[in-house]
């Protein structure tokens, strides 16, 4: 993609780049349209053949990470672009870390505080009769109700659940919706806010919401919309630090945070 390469000249000084073409923001759009309805159709026709295919079942999360890790290397390989532009880059790594590091301390306690909050409204309501999904009101029924009888408990195989939620969850989605489809958005809708560091604009918005609608479409489980919410931070860090390294951390911290939220609050 030439408006996201920067070329030299015979002195090897910065070259001004060329303009891109008129259609250039109508065809990034539509490109990056297409890649994200690809990629959910086969996420999609993978969720529904673990049905029917033992193999499917037994390497579903691998093969999903497949699909988001080869759909967008493919297409830069074949452009012969650079990854680095893309955020598909660790450096610098000091400041990703930072990002990391700064929105886990503020974040994490006011998610479990909200979480805690959450279900005892849920899990009141569902004691009046009042309606509530079949889902959550499996899961009142195993609710603590309150903070004195929580007990820490990690879940099981903590280690392996961390090394997959950040090789086989965290970085592969962050690799395709913040490092191809949202740079790519950028095209047609560059950022020109600043949030607390961060350049933004409608291409973090419509990333965020094409990643939570994928992953609607894909189970459809209509509390999976809610991801929307945490893709607004992963994309804002991937703007603030130029990589995608502080929202691979991130999102797989979160969800390892979940799930011991989830062990910790239900019996």
Not at 50 to 68: E, G, S, T, Y
Not at 129 to 154: D, I, N, Y
Request: glycine fraction near 8%; include cysteine.
């Amino acid at each position: 993609m030439s408006e996201l390469r920067e070329e030299r000249g015979e002195g090897g000084e910065p070259r001004e780049p060329e303009a891109p073409a008129p259609d250039a923001p109508r065809r990034a759009l539509r490109e990056t349209l297409g890649m994200v309805a690809l990629a959910t159709a086969l996420c999609a026709a993978f969720w529904q053949l673990r049905r029917v295919v033992p193999f499917v079942a037994k390497n579903l999360h691998a093969l999903i990470a497949a699909v988001f890790l080869y759909l967008p290397t493919g297409l830069l390989m074949r452009r012969k672009e650079e990854f680095a532009p893309y955020g598909l880059s660790f450096r610098p790594v000091g400041r990703g870390l930072a990002f990391f590091l700064l929105a886990s301390v503020l974040v994490f306690p006011l998610f479990a505080l909200g979480m805690y909050a959450y279900y005892v409204a849920v899990c009141q309501a569902a004691a009046v009769k009042l309606w509530v999904p079949a889902q959550l009101r499996g899961l009142c029924r195993r609710f603590v109700g309150s903070w004195g009888r929580a007990r820490l408990r990690l879940p099981r195989d903590f280690g392996q659940l961390a090394l997959a939620q950040l090789l086989v969850v965290a970085l592969p989605e962050e690799y395709f919706f913040r490092g191809y489809v949202q740079t790519r958005l950028e095209v047609r809708w560059p950022s020109r806010r600043r949030f607390l560091g961060a350049q933004v604009g409608m291409a973090l918005v419509v990333a965020s919401a094409l990643f939570a609608i994928a992953h609607l479409l894909v189970d459809g489980n209509g509390l999976r919309l809610a991801v929307f919410f945490p893709a607004l931070v992963f994309g804002w860090m991937r703007q603030a630090t130029g990589s995608i390294l502080a929202g691979v951390l991130f999102h797989a911290a979160s969800n390892l945070v979940s799930e011991v939220l989830h062990a910790f609050l239900f019996v």
